[in-house]
Each structure stands twice: as structure tokens, then as C-alpha cells.
């Protein structure tokens, strides 16, 4: 150490600069690596000291050696050692430029639960793999990472939920010291063996193992005969012990194979293989990692075979339970899609139908019977059929779901245990192609949901009763509407829209979006809103299949052609909405009110729309309060935008016309009217014969000078 020459710290940048070693610092939980400037040019970044993100510095570096160096890490952590790892640093295109070694002593926070190390990078020079140099240099951290490799390896597979993606995950395998540069499965199957998967050889050079009979003198054979591995550690043992098959094994080029049984639960279902470029002596050490390995992939090809088995079973079950569509219905498109619950069997209680009807009408049918499980299934697949019977008997769709809800209520009793009972929810419509026009009845089911010709979406206000099986003596009553030409029906159970999180509110409005923005045909409109719910998926049986999911969906679409459908743009698109509100039901006028600020939802003038809502509400309650009828709401909008009217009409079956009255300041009733003349731009009273209706305007520009106004209302006091 020198004297009087300053702090002899000074030079110690020097010296590690001379020795080819950088510095670094990782604080895992603040996800920041400190580099010097040694350290940064060894890692391929510019030569100057610098704070990296993880991800950056995980880009860097080969995605096997970024696992390794976190198991190495917790392990160090554990034993009171130094973390000693091998780390191959990466070029933008994927190549590896050095190897550098890294040493450090990691520490663990338990508040924080964070790791924390200060270590050393220095370039080492990599010995061929295979040689007695190659095992030498990584004797010291042989332990440390098998270790790191076996976790991440066994995590990988355990996470692996089919065949194709186990085997996926044992191509990518890299084992530290040793990696093998061809691997196999083999499966087997009565008396014959066949590769179920490979990688490192092309397909055509693999057709030879694809399938041979177990008396084959081939090492993969023996191993499945006898249980017990096979390590061949030269090309000459190979040619020695399997004489017949060694002239195919030859033309690959390798010169170590190693051989080992897939066994589960003592009984050896395949065998798989790794096969090395290099020469391996398989130590005690490397054929404890291959067994290891062989261990767990044998665990997850039986998981994954077993899951596969039952996705099979159940879609097959599910599959006989869901109706095809059936023929093209002139004027009308129709889509349709089911996905089941994730975990689990994959069958569950929602299911819709089809039926065909005498006069060329079908009825629609969408439900969702209580519960994700097989009783759910076996009830819905009864329900479904008893349905069928009743709509093929003629009967109207109130009759419909009357009785299958006094047959659900004895169906459900009688299966399975008594306290267990289930209800199941409904939604049946009878629909006449010719017309458009659907009757309908509910059973504690979702509305459904109307996309209009010129895109904006509304919730269909129908009446309707319990759900199935709760009351066998539950009255449905029906409402009837009309599609449109260029509108689009929408039926779904509640798995569609209460999924992440979401109420029903909310729910509808994330699925708004896409009915209004969606521009593609009726089979994407469906994908797109299970793709909302899900993300994107494959198809499967009669639509996307998900691996995660919270509730069963069940969906249907249903599109009455239009000249719009053939290019040709419908004249002045029209909304139209209708709704029945009823003595027994006066919170039905709160729906109301929302249903017309959803018809106009972009009206352009907030005080107009306001306005619309308060007199429809004014009109729906003088029913209430001084008939004894139920209100009919009809309301439509039409006409270019910038030149539009709404017209709302609200009917019923009271004799007396309505007056209009000019009521004191401490009268509680008597302005109905004189809050119409004052806010509608036209309005009046029409005798119905039996009943009457109550009508206004409004429109976007002035009205025309040919509307008609209120001369047929008594203007004098009642």
C-alpha cells in the first residue's frame, strides 16, 4: 500500500478496469440495475456508467440465463453463499456476442421482500460443452444451477395445459452444462411406440420413429419394456447395442443419447430422448437432472392427457346439448355462440335453442339454469327438451313458459337432493320472418338489446315473470315488437356482460360500444363480443372457446335483411321503442324515462331531450293516478340528422279525454298539459275508440309549417 500519496482506493477503478471486471448493483424492488462503465460495455451498451430498467437489462441477456440468475440468487440467499452464475449477453438480433461471469453476495429484505446484490461481471472465455474444461468450469456452480434450473423447468411444465404446449416446454429446455441438441416423447399405444413429439430434426427425418412395434431392438422400446433408462455416451456404443436401428440414427450426427422412461404412478406410459452434438460421459449429477427432468414431464403429459380426455368428453356432451341453426330463414341472418365456465368440467346451465314453427315462424329460446355443474347440465338438456314440446304443441309463448316452469319446479325437486334446489332464467320469442315482428315472454331473464338500422343500440323493456321452477303457477306476460329492416336482436345470458368485475350497467355499456361502432357481418359482430369479454380465442364447437372464464355465455344474434344488405342505403333510418307500463308496475315509468334518453342519446340539444323525458313522464303518470288502464309507450325517431323529430305517444284504455286546466299555485296536479304546450313543438289527443292517446313532438330544426297543432285538446277548465 503506498504512503502519502492519497486514498489507496483511488486506484481500484483502474485495476478493474485492467482486469477486464464491471460492477453492478440490482434492487429488485425498485426493478433499477446501477452499472459502471466496465459493466456496461460487457452487457453491449455504450461504455459509460448508467441506470437500467430490468427490462432492459433482460434484453441483454439469454432468457434461460435470466431465470437461472434468480434461482441462483434465492438459493445463495438461502445457504449464506455466493451466487456464481454463467450469463450469455445477447446482440439486437438475437446472437450471442460474449459470456461473462457474475459473482456477487445477494441479500433479501423481509420488509420489503425484495433482493438486493453488489457484484462483479467479468468475460470468460467458453469452453466447448461436453469437454473436461466445459464441466470443470461450471463444477462450482453445478449445484446451485441444477437447482435454478429444475425450479424453473418444473414451474414451466406444471403450468403447461396441454400436450403440444408440455412438449413445447420441453424443446425450450436448457440445461445448465449439458444441452441437448435433439429431443423426443414417445408415447405408446397397445403394442406399438410413436413419436407424439419432437424438435431439433425435421419432420421428414423423424417418419422412421413415427411408429414401430415395441419388439423393435431401438433403445426408446427397451426403455418402455423394461422401466429402466438408457445413457449411450458414444456413437460406438449405440452401433454395439442396437445394431438394426443404428444406420438411422447415424445420418443426425450426434454422438451422445440419453434415453429415460416416462413413468407415472408406476406404470410407464412412453419414453423420452435427448440427444447431444458433443461427447457426455452422463455423471452421476447430469443423469440426476435428466431423471429429474423426465420425472416431471411425465407428471404433466399425464395432466395434460388427462385434461385433453375430459375437454373431449365434456365438449362432446355440450355439443349434443346445443342446436344447430338449421336452414337459412329468408330475410334473416342468424348467429350464435357458447362458452362454457373455466374449471371444471366445461359444461354449465346456459344454452339457447332454435325451433321451427308451422308458417315458416321459429322460435328463439336463450336460459341459464342455476349453477356451472353436471346437474346443471342434465336439468338444462331436460328443460330444453320440454320447451321443444310445448312451442312444436302450438302453444303461445306465455303458455310456453308457464308450463315449463311447473315442469322445471317438479323436475328440479325430484333430482338429486331436495335442498338443492334450482331456477333457471328464460327468455322465448316467436318470430315471423315475413314481418319482422316478434312476441315474446320472459322468465327473470335479461331484456334484449335492439341494434337499430342506423347503429345505436337500446335495451328492450319486456314484461316478464319469475325465473323457471320458483313459482309452477307464474303467470309470463308476452310483449310483442317489431324488427326493423337493418336491425339486428340481440339474446345473451349474464355471463356476457357481468364478467371482470362489471355489474349490469356497466356490463351494457362496454358491449354498447361494439354494437354501435361493429361495421362487419353478424359471425364477426359475435366474435367481437365475446372477443370484449375475453380476448381473442380459437373457435370451437359453434364459436370461440376461452381458457379463462368466470360464467357460462350464451349468445344470440339475430338480422332482418334490409336494402341496406344488398348496398343500397336505407332512406331516413327510423328508431322505434315500445313498452307497456302497468298499474302494478309504476317503477316501470323510471325505465321508461331512461328508455327515451337512450332513443336519444345524440340529440344535439340537451334542453330538448330533457324536455322529452319529463312530459313522457308526466303523460305515464296521469294514466297511473287517474285511469285504471296500463300505459302503452310508443316512441320513434326519424328524419335526416339536423332535421329529425321525436314523437312520443303514450295510449290507454280510459274513456275520459284529458283537459287542460289552469291549476292555483297550491294545486298538486292539473300542469300535465300545460307543461306540453309550453315544451313540445306539436302536440294533441286522439280518441281510439276505446281509449285514447296523448302525443308529442319535437324536432331538431323549426317544425314544418303543415304540423298540426292542438286544436282538437278542450282548452277550457275541467
Not at 373455466?342 to 349453477?371: K, T
Request: hydrophobic share 40%; with cysteine.
Amino acid at each position: 500500500m503506498r504512503t502519502g500519496a492519497g486514498d489507496p482506493l483511488a486506484d481500484v477503478e483502474d485495476v478493474l478496469v485492467a482486469l477486464g471486471t464491471g460492477l453492478w448493483h440490482w434492487d429488485t424492488d425498485a426493478g433499477e440495475v446501477r452499472v459502471d462503465a466496465q459493466a456496461a460495455h460487457l452487457l453491449g451498451l455504450p461504455a459509460e456508467p448508467a441506470c437500467l430498467t430490468e427490462a432492459q437489462v433482460r434484453a441483454r441477456l439469454h432468457p434461460v440465463d435470466w431465470n437461472e440468475i434468480t434461482g441462483v440468487v434465492q438459493l445463495a440467499v438461502a445457504e449464506g453463499t455466493l451466487a456464481e452464475v454463467r450469463i450469455r449477453i445477447m446482440d439486437e438480433r438475437g446472437h450471442i456476442v460474449r459470456v461473462v461471469r457474475s459473482r456477487s453476495r445477494p441479500s433479501f429484505d423481509p420488509d420489503r421482500k425484495a433482493y438486493e446484490l453488489t457484484g462483479a461481471l467479468q468475460e470468460v472465455t467458453e469452453p466447448a460443452p461436453g469437454t473436461p474444461a466445459g464441466r470443470s468450469a461450471v463444477t462450482g456452480d453445478w449445484r446451485r444451477s441444477r437447482e435454478a434450473f429444475l425450479l424453473d423447468a418444473g414451474r414451466a411444465l406444471a403450468e403447461a395445459r396441454s400436450t403440444e404446449e408440455v412438449l413445447r416446454v420441453a424443446a425450450g429446455l436448457s440445461m445448465p452444462g449439458f444441452s441437448p441438441d435433439g429431443l423426443a416423447v414417445f408415447g405408446v399405444s397397445g403394442d406399438r411406440l410413436s413419436v407424439i413429439g419432437h424438435h431439433g430434426q425435421p419432420d421428414a427425418e423423424a417418419d422412421p420413429f413415427m411408429d414401430m412395434s415395441l419388439s423393435t431392438d431401438y433403445p426408446a422400446t427397451e426403455v418402455v419394456r423394461t422401466g429402466r433408462a438408457v445413457y449411450l455416451s458414444s456413437p460406438q456404443q449405440y452401433r454395439s447395442r442396437y445394431p438394426m436401428t443404428w444406420p438411422l440414427a447415424e445420418r443426425f450426427g450426434r454422438q451422445s443419447w440419453a434415453y429415460l422412461p416416462l413413468t407415472v404412478a408406476g406404470r410407464t406410459m412412453g419414453a423420452w430422448m435427448a440427444a447431444f452434438t458433443y461427447p457426455v460421459a452422463f455423471t452421476p449429477d447430469e443423469r440426476s437432472v435428466l431423471t429429474t427432468v423426465a420425472r416431471m414431464l411425465a407428471q404433466a403429459l399425464s395432466r395434460a392427457g388427462a385434461a385433453e380426455t375430459q375437454r373431449q368428453l365434456t365438449d362432446g356432451l355440450q355439443r349434443t346439448m346445443l342446436p344447430a341453426l338449421g336452414p337459412q330463414i329468408p330475410g334473416m341472418d342468424i348467429a350464435a355462440r357458447y362458452v362454457p365456465t373455466g374449471g371444471g368440467l366445461q359444461v354449465g346451465g346456459d344454452w339457447y335453442d332454435m325451433i321451427a314453427l308451422p308458417g315458416g315462424r321459429f322460435a328463439l329460446v336463450i336460459g341459464d339454469v342455476q349453477g356451472h355443474d353436471v346437474r346443471a347440465a342434465a336439468l338444462m338438456g331436460q328443460l330444453r327438451i320440454a320447451l321443444r314440446a310445448y312451442a312444436s304443441e302450438g302453444h303461445r309463448p306465455d303458455a310456453v313458459l308457464s308450463r315449463a316452469s311447473h315442469f322445471f319446479h317438479g323436475l328440479s325437486e325430484s333430482y338429486g337432493d331436495p335442498a338443492d334446489l334450482r331456477f333457471a332464467t328464460c327468455y322465448y320469442a316467436e318470430v315471423d320472418p315475413a314481418n319482422g315482428t316478434l312476441e315474446s315472454a320472459r322468465a327473470g331473464h335479461l331484456d334484449p338489446v335492439v341494434r337499430m338500422t342506423d347503429g345505436t343500440a337500446l335495451i328492450l323493456a319486456t314484461a316478464g315473470g319469475l325465473p323457471l321452477g320458483i313459482d309452477p303457477d307464474s303467470d309470463y306476460p308476452t310483449t310483442r315488437f317489431a324488427l326493423e329492416p337493418g336491425d339486428t336482436l340481440m339474446l345473451c345470458t349474464d355471463g356476457l356482460v357481468e364478467t371482470g368485475g362489471h355489474d349490469l350497467r356497466t356490463g351494457w355499456e362496454r358491449l354498447r360500444v361494439v354494437l354501435e361502432e361493429h361495421e362487419d357481418g353478424l359471425e364477426e359482430l359475435a366474435d367481437a363480443l365475446i372477443q370484449t369479454v375475453h380476448g381473442p380465442s380459437s373457435h370451437h364447437t359453434v364459436g370461440p372457446l376461452v381458457d379463462r372464464r368466470e360464467d357460462d355465455i350464451a349468445l344470440v344474434l339475430l338480422h332482418r335483411q334490409g336494402e341496406c344488405d344488398a348496398g343500397v342505403p336505407l332512406p331516413s333510418p327510423v328508431r322505434r321503442t315500445m313498452m307497456t307500463v302497468s298499474q302494478a308496475e309504476p317503477a316501470r315509468i323510471a325505465t321508461a324515462r331512461q328508455h327515451l334518453r337512450d332513443l336519444l342519446h345524440d340529440w344535439p340539444d340537451e334542453e330538448q331531450r330533457d324536455a322529452a323525458v319529463l312530459l313522457l313522464s308526466e303523460l305515464l303518470t296521469n294514466v297511473l293516478v287517474h285511469t285504471d288502464a296500463d300505459a302503452l309507450l310508443a316512441a320513434e325517431v326519424g328524419g335526416e340528422p339536423g332535421e329529425r323529430r321525436i314523437r312520443v305517444e303514450v295510449t290507454d284504455n280510459g274513456d275520459d279525454l284529458p283537459h287542460k286546466r289552469r291549476p292555483g299555485e297550491m294545486a298538486s296536479s292539473g300542469r300535465g298539459l300545460v307543461l306540453i304546450e309550453l315544451l313540445a313543438d306539436t302536440w294533441g289527443v286522439a280518441p281510439r275508440g276505446t281509449g285514447k292517446s296523448i302525443w308529442y313532438e319535437l324536432y331538431e330544426s323549426t317544425p314544418p309549417p303543415d304540423a298540426p297543432g292542438a286544436a282538437a285538446v278542450p282548452a277550457d277548465a275541467a
